[in-house]
């Protein structure tokens, strides 16, 4: 069965350059989830989207967008990184929000900023 | 705010013993219930939910978990072990839309199967 893809699964940046992930949900997943993973840490959510509209918000930095694309994939922008940026990212997808649905996790994109 | 506990860091257990993960919830209203496995470097794999009807539900590779919400409390429990299950546990919360349309991950207990 199809998965959530995420792209790239590694990816190393320098500080303050901008990097950029992609989520591929589920097919006829409408809601999209970002979640940011640090090194021994719990999954801290991020944003989410529900038919290409922001749905919630979490602690994502000011230096983070995201959006949800027509086709329900979505991207997650990352401007001026710093060294605690370096995490592994998580997408997941879900059929409508979580009132009636259950996430389904991608592997992740793990970002390493030198 | 809602907020999840998983009081064990770590635990150790012998292959082929009983398990048990204990996770404690602190929400408004009966939240949903989620445990998710994830091994060294993967992504996160659900074992199991709970959303309302019958409190013990039964998961994936053999694990079931127990909602008691006298104790505000979610555990997860496999009765023998396998040295495959060595692997990080977050147990997770999600609601009604009031709260939010995200789940709320405990800070994890890591399992270690001893031989």
């Known amino acids: 069965a199809a998965g959530v893809i995420q792209s790239p699964r590694h990816l190393i940046k320098e500080k303050r350059e901008t990097a950029t992930l992609k989520c591929y949900p589920i097919?006829?997943?409408?809601?999209v989830y970002w979640y940011q993973q640090g090194p021994g840490q719990d999954p801290q959510f991020l944003i989410s989207?529900?038919?290409?509209?922001?749905?919630d918000k979490g602690s994502i930095p000011d230096r983070f967008s995201a959006q949800q694309f027509s086709d329900y994939h979505s991207e997650l922008n990352m401007s001026s990184l710093e060294l605690g940026d370096s995490a592994l990212y998580f997408c997941?997808?879900?059929?409508?929000?979580?009132?009636?649905?259950?996430?389904?996790f991608g592997e992740g994109s793990r970002l390493t900023v030198l | 705010a809602q907020s999840v506990t998983q009081p064990d860091i770590h635990i150790t257990v012998s292959e082929g013993a009983s398990l048990e993960l204990r996770c404690n919830y602190s929400?408004?209203?009966?939240?949903?219930l989620f445990w998710y496995v994830q091994s060294p470097g993967q992504g996160l794999q659900l074992l199991l939910k709970y959303f309302s009807g019958d409190t013990l539900v039964q998961g994936i590779k053999g694990f079931e978990a127990e909602f008691k919400r006298s104790q505000s409390s979610f555990n997860l429990r496999k009765p023998s072990v396998h040295w495959s299950d060595a692997a990080e546990y977050f147990c997770a919360v999600g609601g009604p839309m009031e709260y939010g349309n995200k789940l709320v991950f405990g800070a994890g207990t890591i399992l270690r199967v001893k031989s």
């Open positions: 097919p006829r997943h409408d809601t």
């Open positions: 997941a997808s879900s059929i409508g929000q979580l009132l009636t649905g259950e996430l389904f």
């Open positions: 929400y408004g209203a009966t939240p949903y």
């Open positions: 989207f529900y038919e290409k509209m922001q749905s």
